[in-house]
């Protein structure tokens, strides 16, 4: 069982460097673009920046996941009148969100036609 154990330890580590080592499109594009104008350190500046904007929000990202388990647990038990009241505005908060983002482009692309 330890064996299992270590073996599987091993593939999450060579996953993870992989998975680092792939590179994200939009530093590419980025890095090609100050290639092109000749400011490579900018380039480089900006994508250590957005890695690290990266990092930052995948990280929270990870540990708000670890941290609502509980709940998590709690509403795989089944729905609770509180649960389901708290979906419903969760919804409404995020169709609310969506159509305040989407209207002005909108907006925005029908006044141009």
Do not use: D, K, W, Y
Not at 2 to 28: K, M, W, Y
Not at 80 to 103: D, S
């Amino acid at each position: 069982m330890h064996g299992h154990r270590r073996g599987e330890a091993n593939f999450q580590r060579i996953l993870i460097a992989v998975t680092g080592v792939v590179p994200c499109s939009s530093a590419v594009i980025i890095l090609l673009f100050a290639l092109a104008n000749n400011v490579m350190g900018v380039g480089i500046a900006a994508v250590a920046a957005e890695s690290m904007g990266m990092a930052v929000t995948v990280s929270a990202v990870g540990m708000l996941g670890i941290a609502a388990r509980p709940v998590l647990l709690r509403v795989a038990r089944g729905p609770t009148h509180q649960l389901e009241r708290a979906e419903r505005a969760v919804r409404l908060v995020g169709a609310a969100a969506m159509v305040r983002c989407a209207a002005p482009l909108m907006i925005g692309a029908l006044s141009r036609l």
